[in-house]
C-alpha cells in the first residue's frame, strides 16, 4: 500500500507509522505505540544489564618465604574469589637475595596452583616480570573441565 494510505490508516488506530526495513523494496513499515515499544524495549535492557556479572581481577600476594598457615589462608581466600567469578591474579616479590632463587617462587606457584586446582585453571603459567613472578588463574567452566 501506498505511504500516504498506511499513515491515514495509522492516524486513524492514533498509533505510529515505524519503518522496520527502510532498505528493502518496498520499504517495510509497521502500525505500533512507539512511545510503548521504546519502554519495552528499554526495560529489557535494563533487565540484560541486572543479570550480568562483570569479571574482576582480584589480587593475592605471597611471599618467598610463607609458612605453610599464610599460604592455606591465601588458597582459600583465592579458592572463594574464584567460586565469586572472578579471575584471580597470584603474585610474588623478590627482595635483595630472593632474586637469586626463583625456582622457590616456581615451586611455592606450582603448589598455589594445586591447592586451588578444583576451583581454578591456570590461565597463564608463573613467569618472571622484573622482581614480581607472576601468574593467572581462571575459575573452572563446564567447558574447561572437559
Request: aromatic residues 6%; hydrophobic residues 40%.
Amino acid at each position: 500500500m501506498s505511504a500516504r494510505e498506511a499513515q491515514r490508516l495509522a492516524d486513524e488506530q492514533e498509533l505510529d507509522l515505524v519503518k522496520i526495513a527502510p532498505t528493502a523494496t518496498p520499504p517495510v513499515c509497521r502500525i505500533m505505540d512507539y512511545g510503548k515499544y521504546r519502554f519495552e524495549q528499554a526495560k529489557r535492557e535494563k533487565e540484560a544489564r541486572k543479570n550480568q556479572h562483570v569479571v574482576e581481577l582480584k589480587e593475592v600476594r605471597l611471599g618467598l618465604n610463607i609458612d605453610v598457615a599464610d599460604f592455606n589462608t591465601k588458597a582459600r581466600q583465592a579458592s572463594q574469589f574464584l567460586k565469586n567469578g572472578n579471575k584471580v591474579k597470584v603474585s610474588i616479590r623478590f627482595r635483595g637475595r630472593e632474586m637469586g632463587h626463583p625456582e622457590i617462587g616456581r615451586d611455592i606457584m606450582n603448589r598455589f596452583a594445586e591447592a586451588c586446582a578444583e576451583v581454578a585453571a591456570v590461565e597463564r603459567p608463573a613467569k618472571m616480570d622484573g622482581r614480581h613472578m607472576l601468574m593467572f588463574l581462571a575459575p573452572k567452566t563446564a567447558k574447561s573441565e572437559k
